[in-house]
């Protein structure tokens, strides 16, 4: 059996990491859960470090109701406050209010275009693949993003800058930029 070759991030002596860059990212999947809750951790990990919101991924799925956007849209203030005073997560009332901000922009999305994934394919109609040979060949953002961003805005997001969403794509496999000599670019 040949080597596995991963992409330098997924490479870190971090099981998890390395079974989020095996299995997720990149691959497609535009389950609503998912796709909630992707949107959420992307944006917990603004200016934090991946590894640390993805170890405590568990306790955001406790947090935020398995990232159902109909429950998390009935939280409450109260449950706001409670969140703060729970250390297993990121305690940030900006990330935490946009976490619940989200859920009702995406019940308004589901209500309007069918749901929260063909909202996004209108967008990125299909995933776009890059052929990148090094990392500092991903960018970190793009136009179809920097238009995402103004849109999601506009239709009531929160938290989802170019840079936010760009990630978000990628982990949802509506962008696979694994490297062109990772061992994991076309698996399904």
């Not at 917990?44 to 849209?73: C, D, T, Y």
């Not at 309007?112 to 994934?117: I, M, N, P, R, V």
């Not at 991903?138 to 170019?162: N, R, Y």
């Amino acid at each position: 059996m040949s080597e596995l070759i991963r992409c330098p991030w997924g490479t870190k002596d971090d099981s998890l990491m390395q079974q989020y860059h095996d299995h997720e990212w990149g691959k497609l999947n535009l389950d609503e859960q998912y796709l909630f809750e992707m949107l959420t951790l992307e944006l917990f990990q603004s200016g934090l470090n991946w590894s640390m919101i993805l170890h405590k991924r568990e306790n955001f799925q406790r947090a935020f109701k398995n990232f159902v956007p109909a429950e998390v849209a009935k939280m409450t203030d109260d449950d706001i406050a409670l969140l703060m005073q729970d250390s297993s997560i990121v305690r940030n009332k900006m990330k935490i209010t946009a976490t619940l901000k989200n859920a009702k922009a995406i019940l308004a999305v589901d209500a309007k275009e069918g749901s929260f994934a063909h909202y996004l394919q209108q967008f990125v109609k299909t995933p776009i693949v890059h052929h990148a040979q090094t990392a500092e060949e991903v960018p970190s953002t793009s136009k179809i993003t920097v238009q995402m961003a103004k849109q999601m805005k506009k239709d009531g997001f929160s938290f989802v800058g170019p840079i936010t969403l760009y990630s978000f794509l990628q982990s949802v496999g509506l962008i696979n930029d694994h490297l062109e000599t990772c061992s994991f670019k076309y698996q399904g």
